[in-house]
């Protein structure tokens, strides 16, 4: 899936990707904060799920959209993507490269997390692979090291939101199963890490 969601491109666009249609929730805050911007959406939807795959694999396609961005004139680039903003953290991407700069999507919510908890449990809900990457919990503790960090894998979420399934009944029972998990170990504040959640 690959769209242009609004007017030319030639003074450059904000790229943003995902592996699906999660990040399609930044694009909506995207547009609501910067309306005159043109933006250039990239969804790996040939090759979701990121978030069950080897680090190495999140790694190659990650460099591989990344690329894809680069000809298509962006002038910044949203990973729109926990999976990948979790994982590429290590990967040197912007030798060379014609984007002058870049964001992920988990410091902002690592941010707003440690500034709101009151009893300082933090859940987050990831993929696989970010939970496996411990980058939430590396950064929370690089805020505060007393704040405890509960992670859960949600790996059905991705397949049952990429097939329409978000309202479902079947959703609801599977999201009560992963949630009974999160509220039992206490936290007061959950970070939704993977932006098809
Ligand atoms: N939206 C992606 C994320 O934020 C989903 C990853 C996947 O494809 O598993 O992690």
Known sequence: MI????????????GVFDSGVGGLTCVK???????????????DTARVPYGTRSRDTIAEYSRQD?????QHNVKLLLVACG????????????DGSSITCYSGVIIPAVD????????????VLGTAGTVRSGKYVEYIKNIDSGISVFQKACPMFVPLVENGYSSSEVTRII???YLDE??????DTLILG???Y
């Open 3 to 14: 769209e242009t969601l609004s007017g030319s491109i030639s003074d450059g666009a904000i």
């Open 29 to 43: 805050e995207l547009i609501r904060l910067m309306p005159h911007e043109d933006i250039v959406y990239l969804g």
């Open 66 to 70: 990344i690329r894809f961005m680069e």
């Open 83 to 94: 999976t990948v903003s979790a994982v590429m953290q290590t990967v040197p991407i912007f």
């Open 112 to 123: 707003e997390a440690c500034a709101v908890t009151k009893n300082g449990r933090i859940g």
């Open 175 to 177: 999201a009560k199963e």
């Open 182 to 187: 999160v509220k039992a170990a206490g936290v």
């Open 194 to 196: 993977c932006t098809h």
